[in-house]
């Protein structure tokens, strides 16, 4: 087992899914706030709420204690390896950073790496991740942090199955720590400097596969869905350059990767509300029914945003036409075609 003490923070699908993954090399930790979550897990080794059926591993510990997650990831030899992976969707992340900004010591003797795993834009700012947690968390020399994202099912991740993800962080320890809690026989972590890249690829591929979903929905075919998966390529690097993420980035796993996991497959939430959607259920009706998704969140503030840096966004603007003025999906698809011709 490598020497790295890992504290997971949030133990919803996929911070579970991770810790889980991590508890195989590294000793970890993972802590909620829901008391009935961390019984579950301590008791039955499954955590019935976010996976139901998948046994998670012997070697991971779990807590509902705020103090003991914090201290797990601080105690142990000088030369450890310390990480925090913060599980939480994007709604929850500011509130947690700024608990550990309040918590954590003025001083800590070696480097904690700190990494953010949530995908979208804040409705309200239309902030990045990075930016909360920059704006929420002190500047200590010795807290270094970044992103972890990347084309990811967190049921397949928890049963065991192959996932290729990547780090983005300004440090190139971030990465290396990253590396070795996570990076094995099940997992390949690869790592960049590019946090706007990730960032954008994983917040905008949502709202494509909303798109892609609604597509489906209608049976519009496959033909359909590869041209909105290769135009929603183009449309997400458009904006990610112009805000200043590298192209190659797109490419990549936490670009074309994740986009085409995302809009194609079965367990992606943000295709299947697109579907509900091109098979005529209204969004309150869909949200009414439990399922949420991270696409519908950031799509308007995607368009904002490509607005403000003067970029066509036609795909995310589509959309939001569907998701919130009532646009019938197929009015949608038609105004998509009906766009004046142009080279590739």
Not at 40 to 68: C, E, F, K, M, V
Not at 89 to 111: F, I, K, Y
Not at 189 to 205: P, S
Not at 254 to 259: N, Q, R, Y
């Amino acid at each position: 087992m490598s020497s790295v003490r890992l504290s997971v923070l949030g133990a919803g699908s996929w911070g579970t899914a991770l810790a889980a993954l991590a508890s195989l090399r590294s000793d970890t930790l993972l802590w909620a706030r829901d008391t009935e979550t961390i019984h579950a897990i301590q008791q039955t080794r499954r955590n019935p709420r976010y996976l139901p059926g998948i046994d998670l591993p012997a070697a991971l510990a779990a807590t509902d204690d705020w103090s003991a997650a914090l201290a797990h990831v601080l105690q142990g030899p000088d030369d450890a390896t310390r990480l925090i992976v913060l599980g939480v969707p994007m709604a929850g992340l500011e509130n947690l950073c700024r608990r550990l900004a309040s918590d954590l010591p003025a001083q800590v003797r070696t480097p904690i790496h700190l990494l953010w795993t949530c995908k979208g834009i804040s409705p309200d700012t239309q902030q990045w991740p990075h930016q909360i947690v920059s704006a929420a968390l002190p500047h200590a020399p010795w807290l270094q942090a970044g992103v972890l994202s990347g084309p990811s099912f967190a049921r397949e991740v928890a049963r065991g199955l192959p996932v290729a993800l990547t780090v983005a962080s300004t440090q190139a320890q971030t990465g290396q720590a990253a590396q070795a809690a996570f990076h094995g026989t099940q997992a390949r972590i690869y790592t960049t400097r590019d946090i706007i890249g990730v960032e954008v690829g994983g917040a905008l591929k949502n709202v494509m596969a909303i798109a892609c979903g609604i597509s489906d929905g209608l049976q519009l075919g496959t033909n359909a869905r590869a041209a909105l998966i290769t135009r929603g390529l183009a449309e997400i690097q458009r904006l990610g350059v112009t805000l200043g993420g590298r192209a190659e980035t797109f490419t990549g796993l936490t670009g074309l990767g994740d986009l085409v996991l995302t809009a194609t497959g079965d367990l992606s939430r943000n295709r299947q509300v697109g579907i509900a959607l091109g098979q005529g259920q209204s969004l309150d009706t869909i949200l009414a029914s439990g399922m949420t998704a991270e696409g519908v969140r950031c799509a308007r503030a995607a368009l904002a945003l490509g607005a403000r840096h003067e970029i066509e966004l036609p795909i995310t603007e589509a959309v939001c036409q569907v998701l919130f003025e009532g646009l019938p999906p197929r009015q949608a698809v038609a105004a998509l075609l009906a766009r004046e011709a142009r080279s590739e």
